[in-house]
C-alpha cells in the first residue's frame, strides 16, 4: 500500500504542478510580467510547490528530516539532474547580465543556510528570517524585472487560457498538489520503514526527485523551444524558494535538527554544486552536452552513495 501512495502522490504531484504552472503564468502573462520575473519567480516557484507541501505536510506530521532531506535533495537534483537533462537536449547559453543577480541569489542564500544549519539546528527564528528573505528577493525580483510586457514562457501555451480559466488551473494545481503531498509523504514514510532506511535518505533521493518533476518536464521543454532563460531562470527560483520558503514554513511549525553527520555531508553537497553552477554560468557562460552528461553521472553517484551510506 505505502508503495501505491508513493506512485499516486508522484503522479498528483506532477499533474498539479503542471496545471499550476499553467495556470499561474497565464496570469502573470496577462498582466504583463517580464519574461525573467515569470521564469524565476512564477515558473521557479511554481514548480518548487510541490517542495513546500510535502514540506509543511512532514513538518506536520512530526517527520521534519523528511522536510529538510527534501528541500535539500531537490536543489541538488534541481542542478544535478535537471541541469544536466536540459543541457543534454539542448546546450544552455546565457549573457551574464541576464543571470547575475539571480544567481549570486542563489549563492548568497545557499551559503547563508548552510552556515546556519552546521551551526546548530533551526528554529522559528530562522524561519522567520529565511520568510521575510524571501519576501525582499520576491520584492526585489519584481522591481529589478518591472512590466516590459507580456511574452511567453518555456512549455506553457497561454494563447489558449482566458484570465478565468487561468484562475480556475491555478486553483486546480494546488488541490492536486495537496492531494500529492499528502499521499506522498504518507507512502515515503511506510518505504522508509520497509526499507530499513532513514526517513531522511527517502527525503533526499525519492520524495526530492519526485517533487522536483514540475521542474524537469518544464526545463525539458524549455530546452526543446531554446529557451535557456526560462530554464536556468526556473532552477534559480527553485532553489531559492526551496531553502527560503519550503524549509522557513517548516521552522516556523517546528525545531529541524541539521547537525547529523547524513545531513551536513548533503548540505556541504548542495553548496558545492550551486557553487559549480554558479561559475558555469558567470563565468563560462555556456553548459554544454559534456557537461549535461557529466552533472547525470554526478547525480547517479549521488544517488547510490545516499543509499549506501544508509
Known amino acids: 500500500m505505502q508503495y501505491l ?12 504542478g503542471e496545471v499550476l504552472v499553467k495556470g499561474s503564468v497565464a496570469l502573470a502573462l496577462h498582466l504583463g510580467i517580464s519574461k525573467l520575473m515569470v521564469a524565476v519567480v512564477l515558473v521557479g516557484f511554481g514548480t518548487s510547490a510541490p517542495e513546500m507541501l510535502v514540506s509543511v505536510e512532514s513538518a506536520i506530521l512530526g517527520h521534519p528530516e523528511l522536510a529538510l532531506g527534501n ?3 531537490s536543489n541538488i537534483a534541481n542542478i544535478l539532474l535537471i541541469v544536466g537533462i536540459t543541457a543534454a537536449i539542448y546546450p544552455i547559453v546565457v549573457q551574464r547580465s ?3 543577480a539571480d544567481t549570486w541569489s542563489v549563492v548568497v542564500v545557499t551559503v547563508a543556510f548552510v552556515a546556519a544549519g552546521l551551526i546548530g539546528n533551526l528554529s522559528i527564528w530562522h524561519g522567520m528570517a529565511m520568510i521575510a528573505a524571501l519576501a ?3 520584492a526585489v525580483a519584481y522591481r529589478r524585472a518591472g512590466h516590459d510586457g507580456p511574452v511567453a514562457g518555456g512549455d506553457v501555451e497561454v494563447s489558449e ?3 478565468a480559466r487561468a484562475i480556475v488551473f491555478t486553483l486546480i494545481g494546488f488541490a492536486l498538489l495537496i492531494v500529492g503531498a499528502d499521499l ?3 507512502g515515503a514514510v511506510g518505504v522508509a520503514l520497509t526499507l530499513g532506511v532513514s526517513e531522511a535518505i527517502i527525503g533526499l533521493t525519492v520524495v526530492a526527485l519526485g517533487s522536483s518533476l514540475p521542474e524537469l518536464a518544464t526545463c525539458a521543454s524549455a530546452a526543446r523551444r531554446r529557451e535557456p532563460l526560462v530554464a536556468v531562470g526556473n532552477v534559480l527560483g527553485s532553489n531559492i524558494f526551496n531553502l527560503l520558503g519550503a524549509v522557513g514554513v517548516v521552522a516556523l511549525i517546528t525545531d529541524i535538527r541539521t547537525t547529523s553527520p547524513l545531513i ?3 548540505l556541504m553537497i548542495m553548496l558545492a554544486v550551486t557553487v559549480v553552477l554558479a561559475i558555469l554560468l558567470l563565468y563560462v557562460y555556456r553548459i554544454g552536452r559534456p557537461t549535461g552528461f557529466a552533472f547525470m553521472g554526478a547525480y547517479g553517484l549521488y544517488v547510490a552513495g545516499a543509499f549506501g551510506f544508509s
Open 184 to 186: 506522498l509523504v504518507e
Open 136 to 138: 525582499l528577493y520576491v
Open 264 to 266: 551536513s555531508d548533503d
Open 5 to 16: 501512495m508513493l506512485a499516486g502522490g508522484l503522479i498528483f504531484l506532477f499533474a498539479g
Open 161 to 163: 487560457l482566458t484570465t
Open 98 to 100: 541576464d543571470v547575475q
Open 71 to 73: 528541500a535539500v535533495g
